[in-house]
């Protein structure tokens, strides 16, 4: 008994299975008696094998009679229809009920049209094709499309797609400029005025649906319209597998081409038809099936052709459809000789029955052995095969008692289950970004790839100087006890027969980065010296990839931390800026995820990914990264004659002068004579004059109102007066400052204007870094498309205060503006990676204008993406709601968003994104965040989208 138990343990061995298989020798004993009745019998199947395929041939033409005489008559009835007389569209339609009827009488029917000898022509087909919906891109509801074309010979015709539902009600009519048809260039066409009844087409493939079929055609009522139907051969396929000679028998019904219409075997039909195959049909010589080949290309008039395909015999035969001779249709029928004479046994087995029986038995159970040997051999080879071949997936096995093929499927599946997680935890390494769903994909392979039942990783966190868990699979208990020696011996080592092992990922230059903990059975598989290796081995494989994303990691944060730092130095440089480079993300990121967040509406289809929002959110911290270079005087700019200082001061010294000038003339005219009374009036004239002129000339400078023709007039007037001066003015100047001066000064006392515009105010250009923004500049590479002042700057005191509005000259203005142009240059020269690369753009086009009037190149509203439009958007909500602007004052909410309306009609803003930021309230988030409850109010959005949308 316990033999027998061990025996049954071991299974069975091949050697014995092998030696079994002997017994099949005894089957040699009815071969000879099998083969006394094979020539008789041989004789009698071949006949009826013939007869049957006779009897296929008939079917066949019946099928296809079946198909095509309903056609015939409802075609008959359509060609005597009124609708053939139409002229119009109209009454073109008013007969549709027809055409529809006549399709669901026929319901394999495609097409059912009429071709006009003018060109015209009107065809309506039932939508139950998926194909021939997705080539119309029909409505959900329609049920039938009309194609039609209405036109004069020689001119270019319309081509109309119209849908109507199940109740022949109108859902869409759409042109078709692209559709080219002409009815007269048809096949069926010219059948139909070369025959005298109704002409049916050689198969073909139609053009609008991928089905195979033919089409009747035939004169109708009208001598100028011919009427036609698509009719495809469905179901001819069915009919020959219906009436297979044999299992293997092969059947083509095939045209005088060569053309397959049907086919028994399964590589005709499996595949939907190409687009490639819209002008011919699938061809015995592409068919792929050799028998069929083989007796089309046998040209012989016998009934049954008999020939050789890899060593085995085919008996075939070619029986044309008598019906059809005109589209040359022909039954192609091959048959494997052996499939024919497979019931030669039974009528020898009278005489065999007692060896026969014997054969089979013996042959039964050694076939049974064989197969299952050999099939078992055959997996394990293809299973070596397949990993030779790269290929470590596991089929499951079959079962089986064989000792040696159940080692080897345990053998192969270890090996297979750790290459192959060997191979994902590769791809998660190049693949996964994030360093924890790194770890935690690859501990999951790793756990199955080293056969453990749990396992962890604990990384070191340097700034908080502990160990963290960064992933974990199955049961932690004893994992975590582990753990805490992590803290007291970084470098842990273990016993090796432990259940628990530890293994270091080392860096490069040795420091341990962390630990990967496998808990296992503790067998001898898992403590052995080869085991522990491997496991050292595979957790090598994390040290660089866990490097690379914590370089990667922190080369971001460092690349975070400089633009923030870049962004409040250009804050910090203005004292009246100060928090807009900070606020403009704040908003921009805020819209762009909400809009990323709808599922309706117009901004749907608009996703920013991860990527996409990482650009747009770096580019709005560098929005203004180009005020860097603009001077803090011109950004500060708070008067008209401010530059490093208010220039005012130099006035008003000025006018003390002439104050002192009028006290020393009264006293001159008093010691010459003239009344004293009379002097001191003099005087006192000129102190009040001097008064109001100054005082007209201070207001000038604030540049609070609009300033008029009578304004400027004045302050030419004023700038007539005249004052003495006694000193070298190029004295104490610097080399710039001389250089713009006039080479000699003029003899002293000299006399000057009150108020002047000098050469020595205009600072020119330095040809060196004079900006390169005109568009007809060869040297603009950029696209910029800007006017550039004539000179750098304009110190010019009359010039300065006769700035109309505001305290800006032009050359100010464009030395601010400029700040886009340095912008876009700087970021430009930054080798930003393969997914920053829109930053340059996104960061600099926030100052364009739907309209095309913006700067710096004047895009227009189509060539700005969405994240650029929410960009402009909120640069100019966060530039009107500041409080910390001196050249305006704070404004309330209400006025702001009013403002932006007025942008959105003078095509400044985008229009639909300002509806959807008042609709959405984002504003309103954001003012309760930044704005200073003085500058709250009651918004009407109502009335905002309407002004914005006037």
Known sequence: MEGIKLWLQHRLRIRVVMAVMMVVAITLTSVTLISVNWIGSRTLLLNAAADKADMTSQITEQ???????????????????????????????????????DLRAN?????????????????????????????????????????????????????????????????????????????RQR??????????????????????????GITLSMHSSNPHAIVAMDLPLVGIKSALQRVMITPNSQIALVDSQGGIIAANTSS???KPLAASQKLRLPTVQTLGNTPLLRLWQLQSERQVLSYQIDNQEWLGRRLPLAQYQNMGLQLLIATPTKELLKDLNVHSRKMVVIAVCLGILLLAIGAWLGHRIGKIIEQHIQRVRQMSNFDFSRPAPDFTLLYEAFQLTDVTDDVSRTMEALLKI???????????????????????AARCESGAVYLFHHKEKRWNKSAACGPQDNLDEIAIRLYSEPDLRLNNNAKCQAFAIRARNGDVLGHVILKHAGDSEHTSRDFLIFSERL????????ETRQLIESQKALLDAFILVLADAIDTKSAHTGGHCRRVPELAMMIVDRLSAETKGQFADFQCHHDDREAFRLAAWLHDCGKITTPEHIIDKATKLETIYNRIHEIRTRFEVLRRDAHIASLNAQLTGTDKATAEAQRDARYAQLQDDFAFVAQSNVGGEFLSDEVIARLEQIAQQTWLRNFDDHLGLSALELARCEKTSAPLPAIERLLADKPEHMVPWDETLKPVVERDDPRNTYGFDMQLPQYQRNNGEIYNLSIRR???????????????????????????????????????????????????RRLQGSQMSVEERVLALADVFEALTAADRPYKSAKTISESLTIMAKMCQENHLDQELFIYFLQSRLWHEYVRKFIPSAQIDDVNIDELIRMASS
Do not use: C
């Not at 095509?68 to 008013?94: C, H, K, M, W």
């Open 63 to 101: 099928h296809v009679q079946q198909i095509v005489g309903p056609a015939e008559a409802l075609l008959r009835v359509l060609a005597l229809d009124p609708v053939v007389n139409a002229t119009s569209l109209a009454d073109r339609i008013q007969r549709l009920r027809v055409f529809t009827v």
């Open 107 to 183: 319901s394999i029917l495609t097409s059912v049209y009429i071709g006009y000898d003018n060109g015209d022509y009107f065809a309506v087909s039932p939508l139950n094709q998926t194909a021939l919906r997705r080539s119309y891109q029909a409505p959900a509801r329609a049920q039938y499309v009309i194609r039609t074309a209405l036109g004069q010979d020689g001119q270019k015709r319309e081509h109309i797609l119209l849908f109507y539902d199940k109740n022949l009600n109108l859902i869409e009519q759409r042109p078709a400029p692209d559709y080219v048809y002409d009815p």
């Open 187 to 212: 096949p069926w066409y010219g059948d139909a005025l070369a025959s005298a009844d109704i002409a049916i087409s050689k198969p073909y493939i139609y053009a609008d649906a991928p089905l195979m």
């Open 268 to 270: 005709f039909g499996s």
């Open 426 to 448: 590769s791809q998660v390494l190049q693949a996964e970004p994030q360093i924890d769903t790194m770890l935690a994909q690859v501990l999951d392979l790793f756990v199955e």
């Open 539 to 546: 957790t090598s494989m994390l040290a660089i990839p866990i």
């Open 806 to 856: 505001g305290t800006l000259t032009n050359e100010d203005r464009f030395a601010i503006n400029n700040h886009i142009v340095q912008t876009l240059i700087m970021l430009t020269k930054l080798p930003w990676p393969k997914h920053l690369q829109r930053i340059p753009d996104l960061a600099t086009n926030h100052h364009e204008r739907m309209d095309g009037k913006g700067y710096p």
